[in-house]
T-cell receptor, first 113, second 115 residues
Framework: SQTIHQWPATLVQPVGSPLSLECTVE??????LYWYRQAAGRGLQLLFY??????ISSEVPQNLSASRPQDRQFILSSKKLLLSDSGFYLC????????????FGEGSWLTVV | AQKVTQAQTEISVVEKEDVTLDCVYE???????LFWYKQPPSGELVFLIR??????QNEISGRYSWNFQKSTSSFNFTITASQVVDSAVYFC????????????FGKGTLLTVNP
């Protein structure tokens, strides 16, 4: 069966520090991968998605970037964190093609201080 | 453009009551998919159901049931005989043929089931 893991689960980072959140999927090949952010107020915002290695689409301009160095690995990064980057970050995957179910990881709580 | 509206921000019920969570959607796509997710306090989004636009059959899974009505663009979720463990935020979401992999979420409904 397919599983998705992301880490770290929780981190507290000072303003201006770098960020790296990592996500891996097991049990499937060539998945679509996604990074979502959930800020206070519960709304879920799609940040990035990827349909293949090295292929990244950004949904909103921001202080973050994403990379997909391997088929089942998705990394969310920032060179310098802002206070507004605080939130709950969720990695997700689907089996490709619109309409397929998107499955989410456990999430990472980021607090920028 | 796609839109999902969950008008109920918060609902509070007593255990064993039935509760319905409303979801209304907007899309121009002919082929689209509707989803419900559960987010317990731990934060992880748990997939509950996926329904495509050509299948209007209602579905029941244990205490959970879903009522899909294209005529009113609604995909409502009912929990029968609610339990404390059902307490969570529930999200309705939409993915259409023209959305290019984007899943549009409603703002969620916080359900609190009190003992």
């Amino acid at each position: 069966s397919q599983t998705i893991h992301q880490w770290p689960a929780t981190l507290v980072q000072p303003v201006g520090s770098p960020l790296s959140l990592e996500c891996t999927v097991e049990g499937t090949s060539n998945p679509n991968l996604y990074w979502y952010r959930q800020a206070a107020g519960r709304g879920l915002q799609l940040l990035f998605y990827s349909v293949g290695i090295g292929q990244i689409s950004s949904e909103v301009p921001q202080n973050l970037s994403a990379s997909r160095p391997q088929d089942r690995q998705f990394i969310l990064s920032s060179k310098k964190l802002l206070l507004s980057d605080s939130g709950f970050y969720l990695c997700a995957w689907s089996a490709g093609a619109s309409g397929n179910t998107i499955y989410f990881g456990e999430g990472s709580w980021l607090t920028v201080v | 453009a796609q839109k999902v509206t969950q008008a109920q921000t918060e609902i509070s019920v007593v255990e064993k009551e039935d509760v319905t969570l409303d979801c209304v959607y907007e899309t121009r796509d002919t082929t689209y998919y509707l989803f419900w997710y559960k987010q317990p306090p731990s934060g992880e989004l748990v997939f509950l159901i996926r329904r495509n636009s050509f299948d209007e059959q209602n579905e029941i899974s244990g205490r959970y049931s879903w009522n899909f009505q294209k005529s009113t663009s609604s995909f409502n979720f009912t929990i029968t005989a609610s339990q404390v463990v059902d307490s969570a935020v529930y999200f309705c979401a939409l993915n259409g043929e023209g959305s290019n992999y984007k899943l549009t979420f409603g703002k969620g409904t916080l359900l609190t089931v009190n003992p």
